[in-house]
């Protein structure tokens, strides 16, 4: 059995106040599923615990959202900030843009008026600054009526989006700043895990998918979903988190080969880049382990959107990135080895919340990216 220990560093921990999302659905919806079929859901009363809502959905809605009508109840939106957000998600499949783009355009607007159409706010007012995209007519987006108008404002929002090069591969704080041009070009990015999930929840899933429009299939292995997460691996789960026989085991172990690529699961920042408590030259890392061997060996964490992180062990080689690196999904960040604590070739991952690097923040990987749509292999 493959087994990694834990790592001898203490870090501090970062506990700040997380948005979450809490959903109760109060109609039933009928609802595309991966295989295209549609399904009736009648789910209330689910408290606190949006998963289980959101385990119920598939991979993209059926259809626009209704113009009018009950929407989803998502905990600190009101029903007139999810229409906005539906009439976002609805101009959006007009115009073929992929889920991507829903998500990047619903963070945008969260950032820019909480989703609500703002007019002019006199003397609080950012210069001609109107709408749910704060879209200035005096530079071009058009008149104050229109850009009051969510339809239009959304429609010059995904037409602008779509004319960026590479806007699909890029991270969402790049594309939405290359259409916003803000002052504030890092704010976008904190916005993406609520606004994946309110795709998911006003349309059936969508944030997990690939394509667009009747296209739009569950996100495979090696994909990035719309939501903007990815498999680290082509692999499957070979030891889960914190089992019975591996209590103090912190995330899981996929079984890839020795010399597979090791992809960023998701946009971030690296936090750390190196060979677990080892600074100096001839580095213990650059040789095989085994179940005596202290630590991760070659490892990389990296720090995505709300305080999220995710960490990469037992690589064979010096990292491919280095620290204060902004990485892409599905960026490839080390090759798979079995550096450090390890009886085989494997990638150990993990995934902490609340910018908690210890033990403490850790949570189960493989649900957490099944719900991004980027499930850890076969079955996971």
Known sequence: MMLTGELDETSRRRRPK????????????????????????????????????????GCGAAGPLPEDG??????????????NAATIINVGADLKVPPKGWVIAIATAMQESSLNNLGNLGSRNDHDSLGLFQQRPSQGWGTPAQVQDPVYASRKFYQKLVKVRGWEQMSLT????????????DAYAKHEPDAAEIVNMLADGAARAVGANSTLTCAAIGDVAASGWTAPVKAGVVSGFRTSSRPSH??????????????????????????????????????DGSPSTPGC????????????????????????????????????????GTSGHSSGPHLHFEVHLNGDRSSAGATEPSKWMREKGAPLGPGA
């Not at 597979?260 to 677990?276: E, F, H, K, M, N």
């Open 18 to 57: 997380r948005v979450v999302a809490l959903v109760a659905i109060t109609a039933t919806l009928a609802l595309l599923c991966c295989g295209g079929g549609t399904a009736a859901f009648f789910l209330d009363g689910l408290g606190n615990d949006s998963n289980q809502a959101l385990s119920s959905y």
């Open 70 to 83: 009950d929407l989803p109840r998502v905990s600190g939106y009101s029903p007139t900030q999810l229409r």
């Open 174 to 185: 790049d594309a939405a700043q290359a259409v916003q041009r803000s002052a504030f070009p």
């Open 250 to 287: 912190q995330g899981v172990d996929l079984g890839a080969s020795r010399g597979d690529d090791i992809l960023a699961a998701a946009a971030g920042t690296v936090i750390v880049s190196r060979c677990d408590n080892d600074q100096t030259p001839p580095f213990r890392c650059d040789r």
């Open 297 to 336: 060996g070659w490892y990389v964490d990296i720090m995505h959107a709300s305080e999220v992180m995710t960490r990469y062990c037992h690589m064979l080689y010096r990292p491919k990135v280095r620290v204060g690196q902004t990485v892409a999904a599905g960026q490839p960040i080390g090759i798979v």
